[in-house]
């Protein structure tokens, strides 16, 4: 995905998801290593959950016109794994 903009130069997830409207978490590296080494690896579980959806729809969305279905299809997905597990929604902003 990074070739499609900009190559090595490419701008973070964060900021090309933002572009498309799409969230996805920035990692800080202090805040990484400070949460890791006390244990708090929640908020990582749910930044990871948001990082892959957020992959997810920017490939998807690049695909133009077939793409669409994809996502409708990863949406309902997700909404009725909330509904049936109570599993938060990915892609919230905590």
Excluded: C, K
Excluded at 2 to 13: E, K, M, N, Q, R
Excluded at 17 to 28: E, H, T, V
Excluded at 31 to 53: P, Y
Excluded at 77 to 88: C, D, E, F, P, T
Aim: hydrophobic fraction near 50%; charged fraction near 15%.
């Amino acid at each position: 995905m990074a070739l499609g903009h900009g190559g090595a130069g490419a701008p973070t997830l964060a900021n090309v998801g933002a572009d498309m409207a799409i969230y996805a978490p920035i990692w800080n590296v202090d805040a990484v290593t400070g949460a890791w080494s006390v244990g708090a690896i929640d908020q990582f579980r749910r930044d990871l959950a948001d990082e892959a959806l957020a992959i997810w729809r920017v490939f998807v969305r690049t695909a133009g016109a077939s793409g669409m279905d994809a996502e409708a299809a990863t949406d309902a997905w997700i909404l009725r794994r909330q509904h049936m597990n109570g599993v938060a929604q990915a892609g919230s902003v905590p």
